[in-house]
């Protein structure tokens, strides 16, 4: 087994934006990693110490549990998971492709629920551990094109508040944090030439500056770093010039 000087953190999606920025974050901190996400060469080309990296799609739920288990045996048991992996696919709905709703669907909501199901045991068994869901703050609120996109993401706080309670008796944490625009590849993912326009427009009309993907890792951390007996139930957080 590896030894790091601090335990050990799994990270979804941690192949670019609020992921990728995560891992430094917390590697810088001293935390083995396991990092997960379908583009492996981002991952590796970080060369962070006391880290595996693992080409895991976070659908498949076998896929994810196997990893835990081989970072659990190199490093010792998971303390943290930071479920960052989701999609946003924006569009009408009378018109979006149903393709992109399964998608969403499975990535956003049952992506994430194999990774609570991947730590939780151990957790319940140690009485320790903290699982922080990125949600959005489409999880609080509704936006333009996004009916299905904002349903993953209320479906994300009310499973992580259900969750919290669920393991609260147990000593574990959750933590939802909810981030307004982002600088990051999300918006990519939507089809939608008209909509991306329209997108950027919105971030222009906020002076061009939202967040990066560093103030989310930022709120991440220090969500984390209470003691254990704390638990930062909820993290908003949005360009100041963000109205909506």
């Not at 709120?219 to 254990?228: M, V």
Request: proline letters at 4%; glycine letters at 8%.
């Amino acid at each position: 087994m590896s030894i790091a000087s601090k335990p050990l953190i799994v990270i979804t999606g941690a192949s670019s934006g609020i992921g990728l920025a995560t891992a430094k974050l917390l590697s810088a901190k001293g935390h083995a990693l396991l990092l997960l996400a379908r583009r492996i060469e981002r991952m590796t080309a970080l060369n962070l110490p006391n880290t595996l990296c693992r080409a895991v799609d976070v659908t498949d739920r076998d896929a994810f549990a196997a990893a835990v288990k081989d970072a659990e045996q190199k490093f010792g048991p998971v303390d943290a998971l930071v479920n960052n992996a989701g999609v946003m696919l924006l569009g009408n709905i009378e018109q979006q492709n149903p393709n992109e709703w399964d998608q969403m669907l499975d990535v956003n909501v049952k992506g994430l629920l194999n990774g609570v199901h991947a730590v939780t045991e151990g957790m319940i068994a140690r009485k320790a551990g903290t699982i922080i869901n990125i949600s959005s703050v489409a999880g609080r609120k509704t936006f333009p094109n996004h009916v299905v996109y904002v349903g993953t993401k209320f479906a994300v706080h009310g499973m992580s508040e259900n969750l919290r309670e669920e393991l609260s008796p147990h000593n574990v944490r959750v933590v939802v944090i909810a981030p307004g625009a982002v600088e990051t590849e999300l918006l990519s993912h939507t089809t939608s030439d008209e909509i991306k326009t329209g997108y950027q427009a919105w971030k222009q009309d906020m002076g061009g500056k939202v967040l990066s993907p560093e103030d989310v890792a930022n709120a991440i951390d220090f969500a984390y770093s209470q003691p254990q007996y704390v638990c930062i139930r909820e993290i908003v957080l949005a360009a100041t010039r963000q109205g909506a």
